[in-house]
């Protein structure tokens, strides 16, 4: 992935962070929450694209991440996503040891 590439991505997934630290807060979270899926969706977009555009990505691995995207997205707009810091009820492993690494999209 290209410099500039990677920087887009990154300014979108600010974006995306800066939405949904804003939700917990907001004086009309139902406003809040429709910026933050759109500023999700946009990311998401902008995943796909990127990934379409680089010849070292498979067809099928972008066919992957699109699926993968647009579950999860679907997940977000209906709610099913909690968020959730500590070690409470329901932690997984890497919440009890701070230790949590996010799968490479591609």
Do not use: F, H, I, Y
């Not at 630290?21 to 990127?50: I, T």
Request: hydrophobic residues 35%; charged residues 35%.
């Amino acid at each position: 992935m290209s410099a500039p590439e990677r920087a887009r991505l990154e300014t979108l997934a600010d974006d995306v962070k800066e939405r949904a630290l804003e939700l917990r807060g907001a004086p009309d979270a139902e406003g809040a929450g429709r910026d933050l899926n759109r500023a999700s969706e946009r990311l998401a977009a902008a995943m796909v694209e990127s990934a379409e555009s680089d010849p070292q990505v498979a067809d099928s691995e972008v066919v992957r991440l699109r699926d993968d995207l647009a579950r999860e997205l679907d997940r977000l707009a209906t709610g099913e996503v909690k968020a959730s810091r500590g070690n409470g009820p329901g932690a997984g492993p890497e919440a009890q040891t701070g230790d949590a690494t996010l799968p490479d999209p591609l």
